[in-house]
């Protein structure tokens, strides 16, 4: 299926195509997952710290494929090759999350999400962020926001980089003894995680020289936390990174 048209889903664009210098991933986030496995199946690809979990993208790729089978079971016997064949049903254009937004600027509302809105935005962050599969990012932002969900998850998995989950919930002391520990390359977080961090009484007895580019998202932050922070603040940078 082809990515320049005109994408129709149940009688309505879910988006439009109106060109890019940079090619669109054309796959649902199974097939890409499945991909990166398989390019690099024995990279990190997670890491859970609280629990010292690690999986590389071979071992991650068959949890992920045994829930999803599991989920499935739930309704009706399924083995694998009815699975496999379900999948091969699925469209890029399908919907696969829904995020409920706080009706910030507007009603409260179930923002549907496709294949192809999340895996493009993840990828092309990743792009923006510079990412290989060599990158390793650190993610104290929840899951449930697409923050954590596609900025950071995505952007990782569409480039075989390593996902660091520092805690099941933000303090900042775990998150920068993660850094440190797993000398992760990048760092995510909203301005008030980057001032909880910058606070800390011991903020200087962390080693976090590998770090080289990160996001500040979300809300607003002062110009001197940018310029404390310990990714260098270019007041030219208009993509939000900062490196």
Known sequence: MSTERLSMHRGGKSYIFLGSDEPLIGETVGVMFERIAKTYPENEALVFVPRGERYNYAQLYKVCKNAAKSLMALGEGIDDD?????????????IINVQYTSGTTGRPK???LTHHNILNN?????????FTHKDRLCIPVPFYHCFGMVLS???CV????TMVIPGEYFEPDKVLEAVEKERCTALHGVPTMFIAELALPNFQDYDLGTLRT???AEAPCPLEVL???SLSYDPENEDGVYR
């Open 110 to 112: 179930g923002a549907c």
């Open 82 to 94: 009815n699975f496999e064949k379900r999948r091969r049903e699925l469209d890029f254009d399908d």
């Open 158 to 161: 569409t480039h075989g980089a």
């Open 122 to 130: 993840g990828y092309h962050v990743g792009e923006t962020m510079r």
């Open 227 to 229: 310029c404390r922070g």
């Open 153 to 155: 998850n995505l952007a």
């Open 214 to 216: 990160g996001i500040m």
